[in-house]
């Protein structure tokens, strides 16, 4: 098998990707009075959820043709992957209901479609939070000292939700 290993110019680049996951998830709060535009909010967070679980719990990256992927993973800045504590119910949906079309989506009843803030958003801001933290800590100092601004402002958003 063929081994992906990031190369200090892609960690940089990948930075700030996940910067954009993570600010995605702070600032695309649903809070208008139409709804359609509230979906659309709700979706989009919800996305960027998705995208950061598989960041923050996926200790190996994806294999095609014995071929590693170039998946983004925390361990690639040390910080080791871990279960986001979002309910299995909750992974599962984001999995099969938010961009995929599937039979299983259409039994589920109404009130199985929300969507709790404090069991989906809370959980993620809080990884997220613990990483941003340790890029502070661990990582940036040395790599980026110029970004330490920027992500300690970041924490400070999630802190305020």
């Known amino acids: 098998m ?24 702070t600032e695309t709060q649903a809070g208008t009075n139409n709804i359609a535009l509230n979906n659309a909010l709700l979706e989009s967070r919800l996305i960027h959820v998705r995208a950061l679980l598989d960041f923050f719990q996926k200790s190996f990256r994806s294999v095609i043709n014995e071929k590693e992927m170039d998946d983004v993973l925390s361990l690639d800045y040390g910080f080791a992957p871990q279960r986001v ?3 299995r119910v909750y992974q599962d949906r984001l999995n099969k209901d938010l961009a995929h079309l ?5 039994l589920r009843l109404s009130k199985d479609t929300p969507w709790p803030h404090d069991q ?27 970004k330490l601004k920027e992500w300690q402002t970041l924490v400070n958003r999630i802190k305020v939700i």
């Open 2 to 25: 063929t081994n992906f290993k990031p190369s200090a110019e892609q960690l940089k680049g990948a930075l700030e990707h996940i910067y954009y996951e993570i600010a995605q998830v």
């Open 85 to 87: 504590s979002i309910p």
């Open 120 to 146: 989906v958003m809370l959980p993620i801001l809080e990884r997220s939070k613990q990483f941003c933290e340790h890029l502070i800590s661990n990582y940036l100092p040395t790599n980026y000292p110029e």
């Open 102 to 106: 599937t039979y299983s989506r259409s």
